[in-house]
């Protein structure tokens, strides 16, 4: 018999900024609220997390109140569950900046899986790359705990990383069987907008919208179509639909 899960969303930060930081070419001028995930699996044999987000988020009652959920930390966000950092033996990451990698050092027994390109790149950061910052992952790095990924590879049963280089250049899509089908955490920062977007995009025959910090936009669009054909269920690292926390599938 299979292995299934049940995903459990935890609002651990929140940005405010414009639209067009997450939909490449689209959205200039509006103002945004994103929530910062990370991702409880609940099944099998290993208690997983993909992601360890901010490690002191910003918490705003019109913050919650345009995500539509709570902001917790991630001790908070996992206290729901009757669990602490401690007790999570799997974190995945999608990629290394910093919101998605704070709390890292709080998961002392974890096994942390990071693809080796994300791993070169917080360590030897382009100008650009404002948003690594390699503090955040010494600790574990230290300990022993990284465990790098190179190829595509299961990391435990019903669950399975691809590598998709649209957002920074070690991106790890998570790929975790549900009872409702394989669900996609993708590897790369967006909305649902960037992967079923509006009708004024769809009318310019675009299938899809590159994300708006992307390493190359004509690959990116390429890598974000062929994640919607791997998954029945799309969950875009930011969007804030999820935020009330209710499981996936419902």
Not at 170 to 181: E, R
């Amino acid at each position: 018999m299979s292995t299934t899960y049940v995903i459990h969303p935890i609002v651990v930060g929140s940005k405010l900024f414009d639209k067009g930081m997450m939909t490449y070419q689209h959205g200039y001028g509006t103002p945004y609220v994103i929530p910062i995930y990370a991702w409880y699996l609940e099944g099998g044999d290993k208690r997983i997390l993909v992601d360890t987000g901010e490690m002191q988020p910003i918490r705003s009652e019109d913050r919650e109140k345009s995500l539509g959920g709570r902001i917790e930390t991630i001790e908070e966000g996992l206290g729901r569950f009757g669990l602490t950092p401690a007790d999570i033996d799997i974190v995945i990451h999608t990629h290394l900046h910093n919101d998605h990698c704070e709390n890292d050092y709080k998961f002392e027994n974890a096994a942390i899986y990071v693809h080796e390109k994300e791993l070169a790149r917080i360590h030897d950061p382009h100008p650009l790359d404002f948003r690594y910052l390699e503090d955040y992952i010494l600790d574990v790095e230290e300990n022993g705990q990284i465990r790098v990924v190179s190829e595509d590879m299961e990391i435990a049963p019903g669950v399975r990383v691809v590598h998709t280089p649209a957002h920074t250049e070690g991106g790890l899509t998570v790929l975790v069987d549900t009872a409702k089908g394989k669900a996609a955490i993708t590897g790369f920062c967006v909305i649902m907008d960037n992967l079923f977007p509006p009708k004024d995009v769809t009318a310019m025959e675009m299938e899809v919208i590159p994300p708006g910090t992307c390493t190359n936009p004509y690959e990116a669009y390429d890598i974000m179509k062929r994640v919607k054909e791997m998954a029945d269920i799309i969950l875009p690292l930011h969007d804030p639909r999820f935020a009330s926390g209710a499981p996936i599938p419902g």
